[in-house]
């Protein structure tokens, strides 16, 4: 049983940075990862973080966004850089793969968090 929460969401300026943190109850197997939703778009992958501590990207978030993990506090993160306008939008955690691994298709993925809002204007 995985249960998620997460927390960090908020208002920022462009180029701001923010850290979401994901609190997980339960095992963490396999794949995790952060997802995202603008209003009237897809949900989309963001960045996804496997057991074995490799990571992967969208890459529109390259180079400005790190997933990473502490396993001893039971806690997802993801640190945002050079926040955009774009990157506007309600983030989500993600657990639960189906597979041996998963990437960026949110129907693979068994368990949500409710979502942190991140906002991004001047």
């Known amino acids: 049983q995985v249960q998620l929460v997460e927390s960090g969401g908020g208002s920022v300026q462009p180029g701001g940075s923010l850290r979401l943190s994901c609190a997980v109850t339960g095992y963490m197997h396999s794949s995790l990862a952060w997802f995202r939703q603008a209003p009237g778009k897809e949900r989309e992958g963001v960045a996804v973080?496997?057991?074995?501590?490799?990571?992967k990207y969208t890459d529109s978030v390259t180079g400005r966004f790190t997933i990473s993990q502490d396993n001893a506090k039971n806690t997802l993160y993801l640190q945002m850089n050079s926040l955009k306008p774009e990157d506007t939008a309600m983030y989500y955690c993600?657990?639960?793969?189906?597979?041996?691994?998963?990437?960026?298709?949110?129907?693979?993925?068994?368990?949500w968090g409710q979502g942190t809002q991140v906002t991004v204007s001047s």
């Open positions: 973080i496997d057991d074995n501590g490799s990571t």
């Open positions: 993600a657990a639960g793969c189906k597979y041996y691994r998963c990437s960026f298709g949110a129907a693979s993925y068994r368990v």
